[in-house]
């Protein structure tokens, strides 16, 4: 689902404002079925406030800590500057996310997140540890499995059970 944030305001510069739109986002979140993505879309968004930043930072840290269940929420659109902005407080933050603009990319901290393993699954439409294991030459599959639920528990893949294994798949802002 789209959240197209200019929709909302082009220019949240007032705190009262900025919670509004949280609280929007929050009802959005709560009305998604589990497993489709909350897109925050910055097209036309004129000015970008550390309030603003903050808060969906904040609300970034519920979802991943499934205050919402199985829900994801991906950066779109953001100006260079806002990205370098929301990569350093992410950092800050100990905490990483998703950013599509003309690709998917990760920002902010990543201590304990396999890039290349991430990469592998944005790269495919569902695979398995093994599959990952092979491609990638990861000699224990028990290494894959945990560098796959690190993945998976800070909310950067989905995963789905098929059969007796599972399939890892990339948040994708469709």
């Known amino acids: 689902m789209r959240y197209r944030i200019a929709e909302f305001s ?9 919670v509004e739109l949280c609280d929007d986002i ?8 589990d497993r489709e993505p909350i897109v925050l879309d910055f097209s036309l968004v ?3 406030t550390p309030s603003l930043i903050s808060l969906i930072i904040s609300l970034w840290k519920r979802v991943v800590g499934e205050e919402f ?12 500057d806002d990205k370098d902005i929301f990569h350093a407080a992410l950092c800050y933050a100990d905490s990483a996310m998703i950013l599509a603009n003309s690709c998917l990319e990760l920002i902010g ?13 944005c790269s495919s439409n569902g695979v398995s540890s093994e599959n990952i294991s092979d491609a990638l030459s990861i000699s224990s599959i028990y ?8 993945l998976r528990k800070k909310k950067l893949v989905m995963r789905m ?7 890892y798949f990339p948040i994708s802002p469709a």
């Open 69 to 80: 269940g199985e829900k994801f929420m991906v950066l779109y659109n953001l100006a260079k």
């Open 161 to 167: 059970k098929n059969g007796r294994s599972y399939l």
């Open 143 to 150: 290494v894959c499995n945990n560098k796959l639920r690190e």
């Open 109 to 121: 901290d990543m201590k304990g997140i396999d890039k290349k393993i991430w990469g592998y699954i």
């Open 26 to 33: 929050i009802q959005k979140l709560n009305d998604l079925p």
């Open 10 to 18: 082009e220019t949240l510069t007032r705190r009262e404002q900025v």
């Open 46 to 48: 004129k000015f970008i």
